[in-house]
């Protein structure tokens, strides 16, 4: 009988509910907050901020990241800093039982579980976890806190690494007119630890005085306009960057391919008299340096710089190739190593400004005249050795072609 009685006693302590009721607004605190950020705060550089235990000597700092929603941390908060599970739990939990230890999550609703609330400033500390920042930051402002301090995961449980995270919020926070910042696990740890350890209390909870600051970079104004121009002007400057040296390359290429002055000036010229040539040496008309030798006949045998031999076409040659007018009494021509005359202002223009190579037959002027010599008749003996072998310097129309050899 009595055993009966005390199981009766004990089921209905067991399940008689603990008194608890929704926490009520308090009133609005006067506290100035500035809109929600706009998409553009994300090309700038975020701001870090500091949570700082000023009644601990010495002073005890945390390293935070203030919330990209809610109030921008423009100046200093500073409050008592109380966890949300010493005086509240989700609702569907005080109406059963509180015999197990309450998560300090903050998630929404919450309803108070002990007689005494915060009344002055004071700053809500939640944990991460079980549902979104922005829900317990909302959360801690009906409630009436000034700011949110929420601390990390255990990475041990959570898998998640123990660093710092920007907390955004996917839907709607305008509402939100709070500030709030996130701060590692292990220093959520040691703050929980301080608070137990605390000898100062509010409304009969531990407590200690945070201070909230924040230090924000004076790019963070500008880098979304020098982000934007960046942009917009990063494909022309690397547009006229190819150009640039695409242009480079084509000037020293074609650089590569004129013959310098120097050697265009060297070279032989002559006057058409009306009945032969007046040799010249070197540079032009207009230089000190020219000299004369006395009026030559074309084809004379006196000569025995010129191996006419060489060049059969030399005699034959009464007009320029380049402008295709006949020479005339008092023409000046210019002779290229080849033994091809051209009037000499044209082909020195055509050898300086265009090519170095001679306009009829292709031969490099600033090679040796020995050399160009030496070439032309190793080419010469090729096509006799080998008529059937035709190279670049082979006529189109050969003496003798389409004719049968003779036995």
Not at 364 to 380: E, G, I, L, R
């Amino acid at each position: 009988m009595l055993s009966a009685l005390l199981r009766a006693i004990l089921i209905f302590i067991l399940s008689f509910p603990v008194n608890s009721y929704p926490a009520e607004p308090s009133p609005p605190l006067s506290f100035t907050a500035k809109s929600e950020r706009s998409w553009l705060w994300g090309w700038a550089w975020g701001a870090e901020s500091t949570v700082s235990v000023v009644d601990h000597t010495p002073v005890v700092s945390f390293p935070s990241r203030p919330a990209a929603f809610g109030a921008d941390i423009s100046e200093p908060i500073l409050g008592y800093v109380i966890p949300v599970s010493a005086f509240s739990a989700p609702c569907e939990m005080t109406s059963t039982s509180t015999l197990y230890p309450v998560r300090n999550n903050g998630c929404p609703p919450l309803c108070l579980t002990a007689p005494n609330y915060p009344t002055e400033t004071w700053i809500a500390l939640v944990q991460r976890g079980q549902c979104e920042f922005v829900k317990k930051v909302r959360e801690a402002q009906r409630m009436g806190a000034k700011a949110v301090v929420v601390g990390g995961e255990d990475p041990a449980i959570s898998g998640y690494p123990d660093t710092l995270v920007n907390m955004f919020s996917p839907e709607d926070s305008s509402d939100i007119k709070i500030a709030a910042t996130y701060i590692k696990y292990t220093d959520y740890v040691q703050l929980w630890q301080l608070i137990e350890s605390s000898n100062t209390s509010h409304s009969g909870m531990r407590t200690l005085s945070l201070l909230i600051t924040a230090e924000y970079s004076a790019w963070e104004w500008y880098s979304p306009i020098i982000t934007f121009i960046v942009i917009l002007l990063l494909p022309s400057a690397l547009t006229f960057l190819t150009l640039l040296i695409h242009r480079i390359r084509a000037a020293r290429a074609a650089q590569r391919d004129r013959a310098p002055e120097d050697i265009v000036h060297n070279l032989p010229w002559r006057v058409w008299t009306g009945h032969g040539w007046e040799k010249h040496e070197g540079s032009g008309p207009d230089s000190t340096s020219t000299t004369k030798s006395p009026t030559d006949e074309v084809g004379s045998t006196s000569s025995t710089e010129e191996p006419m031999a060489l060049h059969p076409w030399f005699e034959n040659q009464v007009e320029c190739a380049i402008c295709l007018s006949e020479f005339v009494k008092g023409d000046k021509v210019r002779i290229l190593p080849c033994h091809h005359i051209f009037h000499m202002e044209e082909v020195d223009s055509w050898l300086i400004q265009r090519k170095k190579l001679c306009p009829v037959c292709k031969a490099d002027v600033t090679k040796p005249q020995q050399q160009a010599s030496d070439q032309s008749s190793h080419d010469n003996q090729s096509i006799l050795s080998s008529p059937n072998e035709p190279t670049e310097r082979t006529p189109l129309l050969g003496h003798g072609q389409g004719q049968q050899p003779q036995p």
